[in-house]
């Protein structure tokens, strides 16, 4: 079992973006390939723009969980 977030902050000229998780000590490279996995897609694929409409939907009614 793992928990994976993720969090933004923008600044003026600059922002942060992190990845977080938490595991055992068994799966951190399950996790980390994982997370390696994801990243690949979006920097390939970029991010559907049907799923980005429909999570800016959510955010937007607040319906949606963290």
Request: glycine content about 4%; hydrophobic content about 35%.
């Amino acid at each position: 079992m793992y928990n994976i977030s993720c969090n933004k902050i923008n600044f003026k000229n600059i922002g942060i973006f992190t990845i977080s998780f938490s595991t055992n000590h068994q799966k951190i490279n399950i996790v980390l390939e994982y997370i390696f996995k994801v990243i690949n897609e979006l920097k390939k694929n970029g991010i559907d723009s049907k799923k980005l409409d429909t999570f800016k939907h959510k955010i937007k009614n607040k319906n949606f969980k963290l």
